[in-house]
């Protein structure tokens, strides 16, 4: 139900995702602080990693620990002002046996310092071979045509670079629901996810929110056991540490579950961001637990930005595009009208015509009390009172709502009305208006699979919205009586015409004023 809904996403916003006190088992933390870089905090795997436990560690200053020039080299990656998170150390412990070579990643966060542990790439060997697949990925995916096919190019790549079982761009709305444009999938896997859409509850908002600044994420194994870090007894240490820009920060109990729950063992994810915000997420999914080695994680983190900038380059592309075909479509609607009487008229029997400037399902033209449509368009008794209801509302000359049940109460939510409406004032006092019609969106929706049949066997007590599918059955619930928003450029085109044709309007007046004088 919807309240339940609703309950879900404030529940799962108000998590404090960036602190969660844990961290996965697949690397180690130490926290630093001081004039001398003293270990404040450590995680209590510590020994696996640095083959010291973790009490030991705590109050002990760094070069202790690794020695004059390590420490150095520490100090300079640690003061500089910009630091990238694209640099980790390598680093080897000179009086202990550590049990295996390791990179440290380093961020600094409230004056502390913070230093990941984690297995290193074994094979170096393999850069050369692993350079020419990251080059051909750069190539295909400058290549590809329109943002679909760039997005169907990226999941194939991103998928071969990760040797992931499953590869998907998640591309979010204008409301962060989230629908899964393209897919690229093992052999032996079928398609599963194409076009399936997600309601925004599934990555709330301060999840996505850090997603913004951390642009790529790991989680070798969804069924790992979370490892708590000490501090020192300190009162300072008492509070929970900022994990925002940690790799190995423990993940949302509730994602793991929704991943078991999906069959995912292991994910990678990539942010896709358009002018700073996100636009969509790759998604990769593994059956087995699966670790991304840092110098690996850099290469898709870039691949990642190599996407972001071939999207920003066709949407700018198909906005210019848009543009374009708007205004060369505009004089072929009013030659139209010219040969028409009323002219109005003319607006829907140009073809290419008025679902040609703006995508929509049906348009209706209103004029003293008479219309005509093309397209699905609702019965005109329904359109009159539309018409009405935009004059007695005086809901101004351009008036676009992609949730119209909502806002206008002679609109049933039924399965046939209109669920967005784009309407033009042409003359209030006359209830002359031109209309586009969108349908609600979940008639809209392609299934990829039966979507009777459930996905997985799944475990029947866990919470039943985390499975994917009832998670689609949410997200049909959240746009009930909803439409496809419509674009800012859409709204402008059609305000656009609005002016050209009230030109019209008013010669056509005149001429025949001039008739009957
Ligand atoms: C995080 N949810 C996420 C992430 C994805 C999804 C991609 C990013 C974390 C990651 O795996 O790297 C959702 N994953 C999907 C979807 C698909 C997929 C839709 O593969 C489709 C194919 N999630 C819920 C509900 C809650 C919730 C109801 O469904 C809350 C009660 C929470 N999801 C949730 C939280 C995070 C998350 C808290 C953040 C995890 C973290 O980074 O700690």
């Given at each position: 139900?919807?309240?339940?809904?609703?309950?879900?996403?404030?529940?799962?916003?108000?998590?404090?995702i960036h602190m969660p006190g844990t961290i996965q088992p697949h690397g180690a933390l130490l926290v630093l602080g001081g004039p001398d870089l003293v270990v404040r905090r450590a995680s209590c795997n510590s020994a696996e990693f640095l083959g010291i436990p973790p009490e030991a560690l705590l109050g002990r200053p760094l070069d202790g620990l690794l020695g004059p020039s390590q420490t150095a080299q520490l100090w300079m990656v640690a003061?500089?002002?910009?630091?990238?998170?694209?640099?980790?150390?390598?680093?080897?412990?000179?009086?202990?046996?550590?049990?295996?070579?390791?990179?440290?990643?380093?961020?600094?966060?409230?004056?502390?310092?913070?230093?990941?542990?984690?297995?290193?790439?074994?094979?170096?060997?393999?850069?050369?071979a692993y350079y020419r697949t990251v080059q051909r990925a750069t190539v295909r995916l400058q290549s590809a045509g329109d943002v679909a096919d760039l997005c169907e190019v990226a999941a194939e790549e991103v998928r071969r670079v990760t040797g992931f079982d499953r590869a998907m761009v998640y591309r979010f709305d204008a409301e962060w629901n989230g629908e899964v444009v393209a897919e690229s999938h093992a052999d032996d896997l079928p398609p599963t996810y194409l076009g399936l859409h997600f309601p925004a509850s599934d990555i709330p908002a301060q999840a996505r929110r850090l997603y913004e600044t951390t642009l790529i994420r790991a989680i070798p194994d969804a069924r790992y056991v979370p490892v708590g870090v000490v501090g020192l007894d300190d009162p300072a240490i008492g509070s929970q540490l900022d994990m925002s820009g940690c790799v190995l920060r423990s993940v949302s109990p509730m994602h793991l579950e929704y991943l078991r729950n999906m069959g995912v063992a292991a994910t990678l994810t990539i942010s896709i961001l358009r002018d700073g915000r996100l636009w969509g997420l790759i998604a990769c999914h593994h059956r087995r637990p699966r670790a991304i080695p840092f110098d690996r994680r850099v290469t898709c983190e870039f691949f990642g930005q190599v996407i972001a900038a071939q999207v920003a380059i066709r949407e700018d592309g198909e906005e210019r595009a848009y543009r374009l075909g708007a205004s060369a479509l505009r004089p072929r609607l009013l030659e139209q009208m010219a040969r028409s009487t009323p002219s109005v008229w003319g607006l829907i029997q140009a073809r290419p015509g008025l679902l040609d400037l703006i995508d929509a399902g049906g348009a209706a033209v209103v004029r003293e009390g008479e219309c005509r449509t093309v397209g699905v368009s609702p019965g005109e008794p329904a359109i009159l009172e539309i018409a009405e209801w935009l004059a007695r509302?005086?809901?101004?000359?351009?008036?676009?709502?992609?949730?119209?049940?909502?806002?206008?109460?002679?609109?049933g939510a039924?399965?046939?009305?209109?669920?967005?409406?784009l309407a033009l004032e042409l003359s209030r006092e006359r209830r002359s208006y031109l209309m586009w019609f969108r349908p609600g969106r979940e008639r809209v929706v392609?299934?990829?699979g039966d979507p009777n049949k459930p996905m997985l066997p799944g475990d029947p007590t866990g919470p039943a919205r985390l499975h994917p599918r009832r998670s689609f059955d949410l997200w049909k619930q959240t746009v009930r009586g909803r439409s496809e928003p419509w674009k800012p450029r859409e709204v402008a085109a059609a305000a656009e015409l609005r002016g050209a044709v009230l030109g019209v309007l008013a010669s056509e007046e005149q001429l025949q004023d001039r008739a009957r004088r």
């Open positions: 139900n919807a309240a339940g809904a609703r309950e879900a996403t404030t529940d799962c916003e108000g998590e404090p003061s500089d002002p910009q630091p990238s998170r694209f640099n980790a150390v390598k680093l080897s412990l000179p009086d202990v046996v550590a049990t295996r070579p390791f990179d440290a990643l380093f961020h600094r966060v409230n004056g502390e310092l913070v230093v990941e542990l984690e297995p290193t790439a074994d094979a170096d060997g393999e850069f050369g509302e005086e809901a101004g000359v351009v008036f676009a709502t992609d949730a119209l049940p909502d806002r206008c109460p002679v609109v039924s399965a046939e009305a209109p669920a967005g409406l392609h299934w990829a």
